[in-house]
């Protein structure tokens, strides 16, 4: 059963940059799409990027959209979600999913079963 662990939060300036990675161990990382979400405190959780198995698609929200790239390298079993041009309200827990979808093609909003496998969360925090 896969595992997933995120890291690289941290607390940074508004305008600022941060790479997170999410790296899984105990499955096959190749079989799954991963997916990005994160949570305010005291709002929903909310989808921020997702990649496909092979790395060739990946979808943002419209939030993040030119600001955040999501990557994979499958031989290091890790996605990335570079984030650039910080802003306060991106300050939130990211963590990282399996097979997040869409419930139509070019759907704007994500889903995730109830058997998929969750990080524990990286705290991300924009200074203004």
């Known amino acids: 059963q896969v595992q997933l662990v995120e890291s690289g939060g941290g607390l940074v300036q508004a305008g600022g940059s941060l790479r997170l990675s999410c790296i899984a161990s105990g499955g096959s990382f190749r079989e799954y799409n991963i997916g990005w979400f994160r949570q305010a405190p005291g709002k929903e959780r909310e989808f921020v990027a997702a990649?496909?198995?092979?790395?060739?698609?990946?979808y943002y929200a419209e939030s993040v959209k030119g600001r955040f790239t999501i990557s994979r390298e499958n031989a290091r079993n890790t996605v990335f979600l570079q984030m650039n041009s910080l802003k306060p309200e991106d300050t939130a827990v990211y963590s990282c999913?399996?097979?997040?979808?869409?419930?139509?093609?070019?759907?704007?909003?994500?889903?995730?079963?109830?058997?998929?496998?969750w990080g524990q969360g990286t705290q991300v925090t924009v200074a203004s």
């Open positions: 990649i496909s198995r092979s790395g060739d698609s990946a």
């Open positions: 999913v399996t097979d997040p979808y869409t419930k139509q093609e070019g759907g704007t909003t994500w889903y995730v079963a109830d058997n998929a496998h």
